[in-house]
């Protein structure tokens, strides 16, 4: 571990350089960002330099904050005799969708409709004399050079 300032340091970890920043609790590495909680590259830094490393912990983490989590009672539901449903919640009928998903792997190719089948395919027109059917290399209706 190098220290560049008091915040900032830089650690040695198997050949390769984190860099961590304890003042915006960042490390190269991304966990100390994503999880909230110091990564070990963060944690060898304030393991040496500071008494109280549990201080860069998220607040997500903290008992107090966990014990807050389950301090809401939850209630359970009364018996389903006695819910009190709307009518127009009750008159509604729920049903399952009309089709059901085939299954394997979804098909590559697209089913071509009829009226695309039977449209001409796009023929290629000479270059010499316009028409169609053929190229200019087989034209019979090219001038022809003496």
Known sequence: MVPSTEYLHTVNDGGRHYTVCLLERKCVCGRFQ?????CPHAWAV?????PMPEEY?????????????YDVPVYPLPDRNDW???AHVAEEVVLPPKW????????????IPLSELLQ?????S????????????TCKNAPRSI
């Open 34 to 38: 994503v999880d909230e909680l110091p």
């Open 46 to 50: 304030l393991k040496s330099k500071f």
């Open 57 to 69: 912990c998220s607040n997500y983490y903290k008992p107090n904050s966990v014990v807050m989590t």
């Open 84 to 86: 009190n449903i709307p």
């Open 100 to 111: 059901k998903r085939p299954p394997g792997r979804p098909k590559k190719k697209r089913d």
């Open 120 to 124: 001409p395919k796009n023929q290629h």
């Open 126 to 137: 000479c270059s010499i004399c316009g028409q169609g059917g053929h190229n200019k290399r």
